[in-house]
């Protein structure tokens, strides 16, 4: 049985006997999931602490913009704690952004506790505009940017404002940032189209940012299948 891990900066996603599990990176240890295993493969920020071997079982490590390369195509956008981009056709890393899913647990902590699906949920029941200036308090639209486009995110965001306004402008943000780094790099490359994946992008408030951004911008984009697994179902794949 082979044992994949992408063990990224936040969470720990794994792949083994056809199920997948995604857990905390400081909860994860190894010998815990070693029972049944012949070979283990690695990709991910962290996997490089790994050892070349655990006890018999040697340990595989794979460059985790390779994995992304085939994990998706055109132009590869992964939201994790952070996002990176790769250029899937010359299978190189491209470029990327702090901005991505630590982002929002790291804001989203300052208005209330929680995981990332009680921010989502807080999220969906928000308002963004209300701590977000957006075109329409300007003017009626300029060139290509409707009324609700944003002038500036969370310039509104003030102590008494309500937790959920204030996490719908975090996430908001986030994707508006991604989304607008990753349409610039798009037009940097021949490229016909971004696919996005990542565990942030398990979000559905995310998804529906990026699909604004990059309608915008006229960019053609796609979603990985399943984005928070993308990476660690084809390290299974994998040969070599």
């Known amino acids: 049985m082979i044992l994949c891990i992408d063990w990224g900066a936040t969470l720990v ?13 400081e909860d994860f240890k190894i010998g815990e999931w070693l029972e049944g295993v012949d070979e283990v ?4 920020i962290r996997s490089f602490s790994l050892p070349e071997s655990v006890g018999s079982i040697r340990v595989k490590k794979f460059d985790e913009f390779d994995i992304i390369a085939e994990a998706a195509n055109g132009l590869a956008v992964n939201v994790g704690t952070g996002t990176s981009m790769v250029d899937t056709k010359k299978r190189e890393h491209i470029g990327g952004t702090g901005v991505g899913g630590g982002t929002i647990m790291g804001l989203c902590s300052l208005f209330a506790e929680g ?97 604004d951004v990059c309608e915008l911008y006229g960019c053609n984009y796609v979603f990985s299948e399943d984005p928070q697994f993308a990476i660690v179902n084809t390290l299974l794949t994998k040969k070599g």
């Not at 996603?13 to 990176?25: E, L, S, T």
Request: hydrophobic share 40%; with cysteine.
């Open 13 to 25: 996603k794994i792949a083994k006997d056809g199920k997948n599990y995604a857990i905390r990176q």
């Open 41 to 44: 493969r690695a990709t991910g």
């Open 115 to 211: 995981s990332f699906e009680n921010y989502e949920a807080m999220a969906k029941k928000g308002r963004r505009e209300r701590v977000d200036l957006v075109v329409g308090e300007l003017c009626t639209g300029i060139g290509i940017l409707s009324e609700n486009v944003t002038v500036s995110n969370l310039a509104k965001l003030r102590k008494e404002e309500s937790a959920e306004d204030c996490i719908a402008g975090v996430f908001n943000m986030v994707g508006e940032v991604v989304g607008t780094v990753a349409c610039m790099t798009l037009r940097a490359t021949e490229l016909g189209h971004i696919t996005f994946l990542g565990s942030a992008v398990r979000s559905d408030f995310l998804k529906r940012v990026l699909i």
